[in-house]
Every structure is written in C-alpha cells, then in structure tokens.
C-alpha cells in the first residue's frame, strides 16, 4: 500500500432471505443468510444480531438437521471467510469457511493431510470443529477436535477469543461439538499428518450377521481405517450380513508421491437430478443393490489397493445423493452405545425391523477416546449410521423409542446428524450438557447465538430465546 493511501474497505455483506435446510432436506426454514467477507464484518453482524432473531453460523450445509438454521433470525455463510497459510510445525492455520477439500489439496502439495476425515471432504473446517467430526479411524486417531491447536472464536459481545486447551479451556471444549453456540468460529490452527501416497493397503471380509461383524471388528488392533457396510433390508438369513474394511497407510513409491500423483477425488461424474422420482429407491431396488455389493465384495482378502476417494469419500462419487430420497428427503439416525454394550446396537437394529422401517444405507464403525469436547459425540464404544426416507409411515415413534433405548443405557444421538431428538432425553446422552449450557450462559446470556436445533433441544435455557 502506497503511503498516505487509505485501503478501501470492503463491500457490506450481502443479505438474502432464503429457505434453508440440512443435509437431509426434512424441516425447511426461512433466515436472512448474510455473508461477511472478513472477520470484522463477521463482529459487526454479531453485535447487534440479538436485536434481530438472533443468528447461527453454517457451513456447506451438510449437517442432516436443523443445526445450522435459524427460523425468522439470521444465518451467517461463511464460505468468504477460507484463507490457507501453512506455518511450522507444520501447522495449518485457516479460516472457519474453508472446505475440507481445499485444505486437503494444499496440504498434499506439501507431503501432508488432515488426520481426521469424515465420509465427505465437501464439509468446511468451522463445521468440522462444531460438529467434533468423526473418520474411520476414530479408535486410533480420535475426532478432529484432538487435532486442533487452537481457533479464533468471535464471541457475542464482539471479541475474538483466542481458545485452546490451556488458554480458556472450558470455553473450548464447550466448543468442540458445540454446534456453533458458544460463539462463530473465524479461524482455526490445525496439526496435519503425513501422507503416505495415493493408495492404501485394504483388507476386506464378508461377515454373515451383525454379530460376526462386531467380532471381527473387535478382534482388530492392527488397522488404522476400519468400517463395516452392513446390510439391513434383506430379508432372512441376509439381514444384517457385512463387508468390513480395514486399512493401512502404506508407503508408495517416491515418484507416486509428487502433487500431482496423488489421487485426490476429483468432481463427481454422476449427479442426481433435481426432480428425481422417489418410486426409484424402495426397498426391492435396495435389496437388489445390496445382494450385488455383497457378493462382488471378496469373502476373504489382504492387502488390496484402495485409494483415498475409495477409503474416505464414497459417496462423493455421486454428487447431491440426497435427492435419491425424493422430496420427502431422508432422516440418518447415527447413534454410538458404550463398549461393552454393543447388544444395544443389534436391539436397535431389531427394533426398526420389527416397526417395518426400511433402513437403506447402513454402517458400523468403532470409537476410541473422546476429545474432551462437552457436547462431543463420540465415546469409546460402537456406532451405527442407518439412512431412512423421512416420509416412511410411523418413522418418528420408531426411532423415540430407539431414543429412549439408548438414553436408558448409556448411548447417544449424533447432533450434527439429528433432526428430531426430543430435549428430555439430552441429559441422559450428554452428561456434561448442564455444564454446557453454563458455559453458553457466560458467553451468551442474551441468547444472540440461536438455531432451530437449539430451539428443539431446549439448549437455551437461562437466556433469552
């Protein structure tokens, strides 16, 4: 900048009122969506969003609820806020908006990558951070939470609030897995992992129940990455048969490892039309699909090729895979239950299947430690995700009382997956949600930070609402 130059400031955020939903594409709502294009403008907005229905920060949008809406208040997009500059360490500070893609790609030209990846790379860093993420290799690594350094919070009094585990740790750890209501993440600095290559070591069986599922999980120390696909629409002896994935990072050859070799997922080929017609996915086509998944899958092999969009990214290949479900969209019910519990899961599972509920999409996968975030997920135990159309008769009075299965014995609901959690049943999942809400109080005692989630969970108790 030339002396005696004033820099210009930047264009006010712009402003629309939009219909929002999640990922799931059930519960629609209408906010005001402003889009700050820096973190100043992200200060101003929230000083005097209070006054004006409040507001809640959103991502790509691919929470499955309501997490990241806000009926008749504000919504801030945060996709402008995506700034990148690796440090030493190496370290990787970067801005809230970034998505999980656009880290990935520059950190791999570096040798690098995120240590914790979730089943899409299409999320951004802030969403990542207030969801407390999740990958196939919880049991190893742990959620994204252990791997952040520290982030920048935008508090509603308007100060940015530099977090981590030392410096202000329970506004911390009330912010990992928060879902955005302790504040507006701005900035996060990560510790990235080294990558390996493009291809990883995979060895793939065939289990015939959910049972042998868990046993062959179970028995498995030695693997990084680790899922079972597991079908639950089949009827008779193949209800609840497998294909279980475990990999291994492994280390390729040098001229592999260039920016340019590593096979980082591409845009998708496929995407599913806007008005795609929902007779096309029932329970027969399903059944047909998963019979041909399953026999294709190896009964038994070791160390197969797979490379990262395969291990990480499935369902990337197929872009807006929503729509499959029709306009009535789908509910994922994600729950995990204690380690020595996993006869809760199979409960569950029976449970749906004797309501007539077509579970469509279904996986298990196995927690190790938590991170220590308040409202964070994931536990050491088991975790089932099942996809089901949110239009099916009786769906909601079926998984209330998978609800109240699991509260009553010691398991939970995902948040960032949920669309329809009751608030009485919170406590028993989320033992720490009293001290939660407290540290949410501190922070928020006017209530400015507010979602439709929030609404529904009753997690703005003690301040205006």
Same mark, same amino acid.
């Given at each position: 900048m030339r002396p005696g130059r004033v820099s210009a400031r930047p264009p006010a955020p712009a402003r629309e009122r939009r219909w929002l939903c999640g990922w799931g594409r059930t519960g629609y709502s209408e906010a005001t969506v402003i889009a700050p294009r820096t973190v100043e403008q992200v200060r101003e907005v929230m000083l005097f969003a209070s006054a004006s229905g409040g507001l809640i920060a959103r991502g790509a949008g691919r929470s499955y609820g309501d997490a990241a809406q806000n009926d008749g208040g504000a919504v801030l997009d945060l996709a402008s806020i995506s700034n990148m500059e690796l440090l030493e360490g190496p370290l990787l500070r970067v801005g809230a908006g970034a998505r999980l893609s656009a880290a990935l790609r520059a950190l791999a030209a570096v040798g690098l990558t995120l240590p914790v990846l979730p089943g899409t790379r299409h999320i951004t860093v802030g969403g990542a951070i207030a969801a407390d993420i999740h990958g196939k290799n919880h049991r190893r690594d742990g959620s994204f939470g252990h791997h952040v350094e520290n982030l920048l919070l935008c508090t509603p009094d308007g100060e940015l609030r530099r977090l981590s585990r030392l410096e202000q740790p329970d506004l911390f750890h009330a912010t990992l897995g928060g879902m955005g209501l302790t504040g507006v993440i701005v900035e996060a600095i990560l510790r990235p992992s080294r990558l390996t290559g493009p291809l990883l070591h995979g060895d793939i069986d065939r289990a015939s129940s959910i049972e042998q599922t868990l046993s062959v999980m179970r028995q498995d120390a030695a693997h990084r990455y680790s899922i079972a696909w597991v079908d639950l629409i089949s009827r008779g002896s193949a209800f609840g048969r497998s294909v279980v994935l475990r990999c291994n990072d492994r280390d390729n050859a040098p001229d592999t490892m260039a920016p340019g070799r590593i096979a980082l997922p591409g845009r998708p080929r496929l995407s599913v039309p806007e008005r795609f017609p929902p007779a096309v996915l029932r329970p027969a086509t399903v059944r047909a699909f998963n019979a041909l998944r399953f026999h294709r899958a190896p009964a038994h092999a070791r160390a197969q090729p797979i490379t990262l969009a395969e291990n990480f990214f499935p369902l990337d290949a197929l872009a807006h895979w929503n729509r499959l479900y029709g306009p009535a969209g789908l509910l994922q019910y994600q729950f995990v239950v204690p380690d020595d519990r996993a006869h809760i899961l199979v409960e569950v599972v029976e449970g749906l299947r004797r309501a007539r509920q077509p579970m469509y999409l279904a996986v298990i996968k196995r927690f190790g430690e938590p991170s =220590?975030?308040?409202?964070?997920?994931?536990?050491? =135990?088991?975790?089932?995700?099942?996809?089901?159309?949110?239009?099916?008769?009786?769906? *909601?009075?079926?998984? *209330?009382?998978?609800?109240?299965?699991?509260? =009553?014995? =010691?398991? *939970?609901?995902?948040?960032?997956?949920?669309? *329809?959690?009751?608030a009485d049943l919170l406590g028993a999942m989320y033992p720490a949600l009293e001290r939660f809400k407290a540290i949410r109080f501190t922070v928020d005692p006017e209530g400015t930070l507010r979602s439709d989630m929030a609404r529904r969970l009753d997690l703005a108790a003690g301040a205006t609402a």
């Open positions: =220590g975030g308040l409202m964070s997920f994931p536990m050491p =135990g088991w975790t089932l995700a099942v996809d089901l159309p949110a239009g099916s008769p009786g769906l *909601r009075q079926s998984l *209330r009382a998978a609800d109240e299965l699991l509260a =009553g014995s =010691g398991g *939970r609901v995902y948040l960032a997956k949920d669309a *329809r959690l009751g």
